[in-house]
């Protein structure tokens, strides 16, 4: 660790391409940048350790899209009409369709790298847990990908929190490469690049945790997305898409177990407090809300949501899932327990710790704090280009998965427009990225300059909250108040209050509206000022100083989308009050914004949705 | 406080600090062992216990919503991981899953074998695929022309 007052050390690491983020996007651009780049340097910058990194820590326990081709079970049109279905009519179906075409290959692949699969062995086949899910024994996912990765790129560089990218000197719309710093003994990391692929996650702890003491790391996505993936690009002047789109879901009460696999696989259902089925008895008065979209199958995520609050709001809660009515044999027994031991494992302590026998009692069911994210039931992210062969010429400027900054493309959370993609879907996106990026080199080989004064204006910023803390520490005597100085921590919760009360958190039942988010917005703003003030003292509130700041834009770029569309396009996940209703003859269509770094001013605009077919 | 370290078992070999997705297993200078220097990042996830080979490492579920008197604790071998888990009324459980099929280390790494042509380079075709995709093409669809 460097000494208090020591200039950190500074590495400079040149490349072709730099992956920024290890977890599943940029492990599958890892691999395939080697596979059609042998001669170029690749290298991995990653806040973590590949083996544990990012949303697949744990492992999982089924891989969530899987088309079957090969068994003619699903088309990618098929999925096309799932997601367009899924998102309430809006989603880029060029990116959607480019994920399903070729999502197969990278389950293959993983299949034969050794994870292991669970096999119908009469019938060869995966073993479906839904129409897109297959079951696997997912315990070292992530390990085996992570080999894969150590074997394809050049250098993985472990515990470097990547805090900005780096614009070219003679271009700002062009990317050169990114800055950070590790975590470990605090020196500066400069690495420069031809092309760079942002592959960091989505974002938790943006809105306020329904555990706030310390079942706050009982998030549903983890505590460490911190939203690099948008507050990289957002200060790039890169255009984003669908902020507003934010995930609630619905999980088991405190240990956030996922439900897929017990409602898919084992076909249990969910009751309120009386045992009543509430689904089909409130589809009256969910027609009136979003019309015919009320009647889609299977019934839209965010609408299953919506019955479940509406159910609590009635006072007819808590909502069960009768797991005893299904875990009638040993084997079931130990899926059920399997399911989270090997993907949410705080389930498993909080049913052990609660006295909860999943085979003789219900559990409770509850809707989650909102996330920000592009992999699941939602695509917040960034405006990217879509495939060759398929995509329109407005959805089209060259390279596939490239974001509006040259140089700069994105796979995973990072991609807006997309949903649904999760653990498969990614890996192959950074595939779908790497190929592209690899593409980009070739016709833009040559490196790309920038200016010293911008590396030396990032390296001040980036320790800006040591050397605060430094000088202003000893004015005070112990403790944790200082007139002069925020704490990561004490601007997290002041974060997190803000987006809860204005933005639509779970104690506001998910609802806002123009006059709480425009408040909402002056708070950020208050908040952002006073980040000049926050305080360091040792590297590890340095990294959390810097994932504040990254949740701060990503949560403004969500406010500021929330407020531009003036309709409730996905009740259940948020709610604009004083626009209650779809309204899809004026809204039927992309929010799209951009930041002007050098003026600090935002844009929020619309872009055309158009359907694939 | 999610995870806690054993101090009989602990040999401070900062596996665990090198493992942890949040940063937040660090040596105690004093003691040379390491602890959770903050117990509302955790995510219990599990991955410095698994990683510890002193097995120093448990879990207490987070103390806002987990009653005492339970545990959960895995043992992670090259080709399996076996959960021992003690309910609150002392019921114990069991269970072991399969964790990777081939030995770790035999990946093939995408640069074996030959270099891909001029004419993959500038398709639609990934590595590997139409082989790994195990059907015939990758499909398509007709482009629509652009809308005005
Ligand atoms: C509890 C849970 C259950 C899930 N269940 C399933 C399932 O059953 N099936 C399925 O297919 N999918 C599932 N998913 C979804 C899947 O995990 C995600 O969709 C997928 O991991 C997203 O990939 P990604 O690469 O975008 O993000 P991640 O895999 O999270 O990777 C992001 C990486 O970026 C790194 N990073 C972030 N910020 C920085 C920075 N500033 N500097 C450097 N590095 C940084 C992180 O450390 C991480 O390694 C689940 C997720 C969760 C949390
Ligand atoms: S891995 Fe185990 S033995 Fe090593 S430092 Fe951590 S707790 Fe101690
Ligand atoms: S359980 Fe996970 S988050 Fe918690 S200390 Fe261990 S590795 Fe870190």
Not at chain 1, 218 to 247: D, F, K
Not at chain 1, 596 to 604: D, H, R, S, Y
Not at chain 2, 26 to 44: F, K, L, S, T, V
Request: proline fraction near 6%; charge should be negative; hydrophobic fraction near 40%.
């Amino acid at each position: 660790m460097s000494e208090p007052g020591a200039e950190p050390v500074t590495h400079e690491v040149d490349c072709d391409l730099l992956i920024i983020g290890g977890g599943f996007a940029g492990c599958g651009a890892a691999f395939e940048a080697r596979y059609w780049g042998r001669d170029l340097k690749v290298v991995v910058a990653e806040k973590a350790a590949i083996e544990r990194s990012g949303a697949v820590a744990q492992g999982l326990s089924a891989i969530n899209c899987y088309m079957g081709m090969r068994w003619n079970e699903n088309q990618p049109e098929d999925f096309v009409r799932y997601v367009r279905n899924d998102l309430m009519g809006l989603s880029r179906e060029d990116l959607v369709y480019d994920i399903a075409r070729h999502v197969d290959s990278t389950v293959h692949l993983f299949e034969e790298w050794g994870l292991p699969i669970f096999t119908d062995p009469q019938t060869g086949r995966y073993v479906r847990e839904g129409r897109w899910q297959i079951m696997i024994h997912g315990e070292s996912y992530k390990p085996i990908i992570a080999e894969a990765t150590r074997k394809s790129v050049d250098e993985v560089h472990e515990r470097i929190m990547v805090t900005h990218l780096l614009p070219a000197a003679d271009d700002p719309h062009r990317v050169a490469g990114a800055v950070g710093f590790s975590v470990r003994d605090g020196s500066f990391y400069v690495f420069r690049a031809k092309a760079v692929i942002v592959a960091a996650s989505g974002a938790s702890h943006i809105y306020r945790p329904r555990s706030a003491g310390e079942g706050a790391g009982r998030t549903w996505y983890p505590p460490w997305a911190s939203g690099s993936a948008y507050a990289l690009l957002i200060q790039m002047g890169a255009e984003m898409t669908q902020m507003e789109n934010r995930l609630v879901v619905t999980r088991f009460k405190d240990g956030y177990g996922p439900v897929g696999a017990w409602f898919l696989l084992l076909k249990a259902i969910a009751t309120n407090a009386a045992g009543e089925s509430y689904e089909t008895s409130r589809l009256p008065e969910l027609r009136e809300r979003v019309g015919a979209y009320a009647d889609a199958k299977p019934m839209p995520t965010c609408l299953r949501n919506h019955l479940m609050l509406q159910e609590i709001l009635a006072g007819r809660g808590p909502i069960l899932l009768h797991t005893e009515r299904v875990l009638d044999t040993p084997e079931k027994e130990s899926i059920g327990w399997e399911d989270f031991l090997n993907m949410t494992i705080g389930q498993a302590v909080t049913w052990a710790s609660q006295g909860i026998e999943p085979k003789s009692v219900p559990s409770e069911l509850i809707l989650s704090e909102p996330y920000v994210m592009g992999s699941h039931a939602v695509c917040a992210g960034a405006w990217t280009s879509g495939p060759g062969d398929l995509s329109e010429a407005e959805y089209r400027w060259g390279y596939n998965r490239m974001t509006t900054v040259a140089g700069l493309f994105g796979a995973g959370d990072t991609v807006g427009g997309s949903a649904h993609k999760f653990s498969s879907g990614s890996y192959t996106e950074g595939r779908l990225a790497a190929k592209a990026a690899v593409a980009f080199l070739r016709d833009h080989p040559d490196p790309v300059p920038v200016r010293a004064a911008d590396v030396e204006g990032f390296r001040r910023k980036i320790f800006a909250p040591r050397e605060h803390w430094e000088v202003e520490g000893p004015q005070v005597t112990a403790g944790t108040v200082h007139p002069e100085v925020l704490f990561p921590d004490q601007g997290l919760t002041r974060l997190e209050k803000i987006m809860d009360e204005y933005g639509g958190g779970v104690s506001a039942n998910y609802s806002t509206s123009r006059n709480l988010l425009e408040r909402g917005l002056g708070h950020l703003a208050a908040l952002r000022h006073d980040m000049s003030r926050l305080g360091a003292r040792d590297l590890h509130q340095l990294q959390r100083g810097w994932e504040l700041d990254h949740r701060l834009w990503t949560a403004e770029a969500v406010l500021r989308h929330t407020l531009f569309r003036e309709e409730t396009r996905w009740p259940g996940y948020y709610y604009r009050a004083d626009f209650p209703h779809v309204d899809d003859a004026r809204w039927k269509c992309f929010v799209n914004s951009t930041y002007a770094p050098a003026t600090g001013e935002w844009q929020v605009f619309t872009r055309p949705y158009r359907a694939l077919f | 406080m999610p995870t806690f370290v054993r101090t009989d078992k602990c040999k401070g070999c900062m596996e665990c600090v090198r493992i942890c997705p949040s940063d937040i297993m660090h040596i105690d200078p004093e003691q040379g062992r390491a602890y959770n220097i903050e117990p509302a990042m955790c995510w219990e996830c599990f991955a410095c216990v698994k990683a510890c080979p002193e097995a120093a490492i448990e879990v207490r579920g987070y103390a806002d919503f987990a009653p005492l008197g339970h545990s959960v604790q895995p043992t992670r071998t090259p080709d399996k991981i076996e959960w021992k888990i003690r309910m609150r009324n002392g019921d114990q459980k069991e269970f072991t899953f399969p964790i990777r099929t081939t030995p770790w280390g035999s990946i093939r790494a995408p640069q074996e074998g030959a270099s891909p042509s001029a004419e993959a380079r500038s398709g639609e075709l990934l590595s590997f695929e139409p082989d790994y995709l195990a059907v015939e093409a990758l499909p398509t669809l007709p482009r629509r022309p652009t809308t005005a």
